[in-house]
């Protein structure tokens, strides 16, 4: 099983500043098949990125995913008071598709 | 609209079972695999399984086997999850997820069904 490890856990950031969380695969996704999700409190999962750097519907570009092998990176730009949430990262390169424990962005 | 819809809060005592639901609309149901995503109380997401809507075969996720069932019902465009002999650290909300096998991602999530195990 590949292993997801997503640092920090917590990320105290302002709205405006960048906003950069880092999802590390315990062995190389030779696939690129990493997709990010944002989750609220109360709410499902939404899919933000898929195939590390394609951003989903509906999902503005101040989203941004790269990386390849075991780091991949998800950038938020400039933060906007929406974007205060818990990201994941998922990993379909591997079976079975695993998840990392999460990173939480909250404000400063 | 796509949209996955599924059924209420559940409550019930240790070594019971339930049966949830996930209604999909807005789409083929038959196209895409419905996927089973579990959530324990401030934890991350733990996939439990898919079940191929086309043939109606499960695949199970180490940990979900045997207490757990897939199943479908594709007139109603309907994936079930049954959980038998319920235990306290079953406690969580469990998620239906579309798989989208172009995007190699779940696109459309359910709202969730939270499941309650306490005596």
């Known amino acids: 099983e590949i292993v997801l490890t997503q640092s920090p856990g917590t990320l105290s950031l302002s709205p405006g500043e960048r906003a950069t969380l880092s999802c590390r695969a315990s062995?190389?996704?030779?696939?690129?098949?990493l997709a990010w999700y944002q989750q609220k409190p109360g709410q499902a999962p939404r899919l933000l990125m898929y195939?590390?750097?394609s951003r989903a519907t509906g999902i503005p570009d101040r989203f941004s995913g790269s990386g390849s092998g075991t780091d991949f990176t998800l950038t938020i730009s400039r933060l906007e008071p929406e974007d205060f949430a818990v990201y994941y990262c998922?990993?379909?390169?591997?079976?079975?598709?695993?998840f990392g424990h999460g990173t939480k962005v909250e404000i400063k | 609209q796509v949209h996955l819809v599924q059924s209420g809060s559940e409550l019930k005592k240790p070594g019971a079972s339930v049966k949830l639901s996930c209604k999909a609309s807005?789409?083929?149901?038959?196209?895409?695999?419905v996927n089973w995503v579990r959530q324990a109380p401030g934890q991350g997401p733990e996939w439990m399984g898919w079940?191929?809507?086309?043939?109606?075969?499960?695949t199970y996720a180490q940990g979900f086997t045997g207490r757990f069932v897939l199943s479908l019902d594709t007139s109603v465009s309907t994936a079930y999850l049954q959980i038998s002999s319920l235990k306290a650290e079953d406690t969580a909300i469990y998620y239906c997820?579309?798989?989208?096998?172009?995007?190699?991602?779940?696109?459309?999530w359910g709202q969730g069904t939270m499941v309650t195990v306490s005596s």
């Open positions: 997820a579309r798989w989208d096998q172009v995007l190699y991602a779940f696109d459309i």
């Open positions: 807005g789409y083929s149901f038959t196209d895409y695999s």
């Open positions: 079940i191929n809507t086309n043939t109606g075969n499960p």
């Open positions: 062995q190389s996704l030779s696939s690129g098949y």
């Open positions: 195939d590390t750097s």
């Open positions: 998922q990993q379909f390169a591997g079976s079975p598709p695993t």
